[in-house]
């Protein structure tokens, strides 16, 4: 079965900092895409990421970075030098290629920056 | 339009009543998907459509649940008989179709409270 597992539901950092959110998945399919969203205080969804199964190349985007490790099934999302616009939830997901793209929800990581 | 929009962005209502959301897709795309969110919850998926039809209507948690989308485009999630429970933020999504697209844009969300 497909699941995305989320362990941290909350975490407080100093702004300035660099934080980890760590997301595991399940999946038997060998071809899937794993992605991560944020969700700010105003609801909307923003994508930020997405990553194909066959390519396990970390990916950088400013002060954003994405390890993505097939051994352990893991898709951390590193944010460096934190700022508060950052606080937000941040959802990592799953799209089984078989399954109609539907997307696969972790419960999510509550990010808060502090100043 | 640019984005998807949703309808309302809020819904208050009295247990027992029906409801009708509405999503509107980004002009254009084809398939699109209905959530819910739960307070402190990820992402429920409900229910997919390519053009008109539903495939995939696994998510749907009770026979009070329904969508229908026509023309194509604007789709309705309606939820009979509302329950405290069905208290949420119902969010849509849509993407282009094509194969191997998979990012979904998603819209702002319906917050739907029942008393």
């Known amino acids: 079965a497909q699941k995305v597992t989320q362990a941290q539901t909350e975490i407080s950092v100093v702004e300035k900092e660099d934080v980890t959110l760590d997301c595991v998945y399940e999946?038997?399919?060998?071809?899937?895409?794993l992605f991560w969203y944020k969700q700010p205080p105003s609801g909307e969804l923003v994508f930020l990421i997405r990553r194909n199964s066959f390519d396990e190349q970390n990916e950088i985007s400013g002060r954003y970075s994405w390890n993505f490790q097939k051994s352990t099934s893991s898709f951390n999302f590193t944010i460096t030098a934190s700022q508060v616009v950052d606080s937000a939830v941040y959802f990592c997901?799953?799209?089984?290629?078989?399954?109609?793209?539907?997307?696969?929800f972790g419960k999510g990581t509550r990010l808060h920056i502090l100043p | 339009g640019a984005g998807v929009s949703q309808s309302p962005s809020n819904k208050v209502t009295e247990k027992g009543k029906d409801v009708e959301l509405r999503c509107d897709p980004i002009?254009?795309?084809?398939?699109l998907y209905w959530y819910r969110q739960s307070l402190g919850q990820g992402l429920e998926f409900l229910i997919y459509?390519?053009?008109?039809?539903?495939?995939?209507k696994s998510g749907l948690p009770s026979d009070r649940f329904s969508a229908e989308r026509t023309g194509g485009s604007v789709s309705t999630l309606t939820i009979q008989r509302t329950q405290q429970e069905d208290s949420a933020v119902y969010l849509c999504a849509s993407n282009s179709g094509l194969a191997g697209v998979i990012e979904q844009f998603f819209g702002p969300g319906t917050r739907l409270t029942v008393l």
């Open positions: 999946t038997r399919d060998t071809t899937y895409y």
């Open positions: 459509f390519q053009g008109n039809s539903a495939p995939d």
């Open positions: 002009s254009g795309h084809t398939a």
């Open positions: 997901a799953l799209s089984e290629t078989h399954r109609d793209d539907k997307i696969i």
